[in-house]
């Protein structure tokens, strides 16, 4: 058996409880790990509440599919199923489980040829659960390349604070925009200028930029088309007041010019290679707001429900 957060209904923070459950066996191509660390991120408190709506599509209309919540994991590989190739036993890894969740527990079985790499011997456990924002993140930072320039507007959360630092590895000029308490993160992360949107209007700059970001759903196209250049590209996280984005990247996909995207990350396996190097490097370090034991998992859920944490928020699973 195995101590894991289980769900059996949608709703608040409080429908999770903490039981005992039968340990997972790696199935052919899998690999166990044994959970340290995890995350809880907006994606799993977003799948919690069933937010938006049409999101049970794919998690289970009337109750989720997934029976624990939990993307990111770091953690030693403990089982290997058949086929298994390029992990051992004991190797320290790191990843995400985008598709069946499943890190809010001590083992966890995913796909060795999935999102999954070695962790840099640098870092432990709870500097490693930096997969889901640098995921979401590299859909975007993907388009830029040496030269180009970029605005990321809440570049202090996991995706913003990720996406600074990937597009910088792609060779970007990175204007960020920050509220108050987070001046002084940008420019450490490597961003060549930082805004503060509480003191000053990011769109009245009087710069344009290939791409804007809107890492933390607060803006929108319209306020920052002054800020594009002709052929520039506006990429949001969210959905966007009545769901303009959504609206405005399928009018925009179907007139050919891309102008505005919500990318959906697809399953880059070479990604979390990349981003193991960069780390190994010193090119990318998550960004972390606090830790909780696993057995406070409401009250993580609680934190990252309002919206306000700096990076990434750490679960203890040992
Ligand atoms: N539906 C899903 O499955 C899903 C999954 C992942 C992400 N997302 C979306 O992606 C977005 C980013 O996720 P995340 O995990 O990176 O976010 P996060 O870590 O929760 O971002 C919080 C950060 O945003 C800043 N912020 C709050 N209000 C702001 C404003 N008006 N302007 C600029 N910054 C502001 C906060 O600092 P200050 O308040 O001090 O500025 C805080 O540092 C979220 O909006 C989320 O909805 C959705």
Redesign the pocket.
Known sequence: MMKAVVIDRYGPPDVQSVRAIPRPLARAGEVRVQVHAATV???D???LRA??FF?RAATGVFRPKMKTLGMDFAGVVDQLGDGVTGFGLGDRVFGISPDVFGAHAEYLCVSAKGALAHIPDILDFDHAVVG??AW?AEETTKLLSEGTRCLI??????????SVQLAKANGAHVVA??????IGWPERLGADRTLN??AEDFTAIGETFDLVFD?????SYFECRPLLKKNGVFSA??LGAGGSNLLLSAWYGLTGSKRVQLPFPADTQGFFQRLANLMADGRFQGVF?RSYPLDDIVEAFRY?E???????VVIKVR
């Not at 507007?153 to 990720?162: D, L, P, R």
């Not at 890492?215 to 803006?219: E, N, Q």
């Not at 309002?306 to 990434?312: A, R």
């Open positions: 991120g907006r994606t408190t977003a799948t937010h938006p999101m889901e924002g979401y507007y809440g570049a202090s959360g996991a995706i913003g604070t990720a925009v920050v509220g108050t308490r987070h949107y509480e890492a933390v759903g607060k803006t996280t969210d707001d990252v309002q919206g306000q944490k700096t990076g990434i």
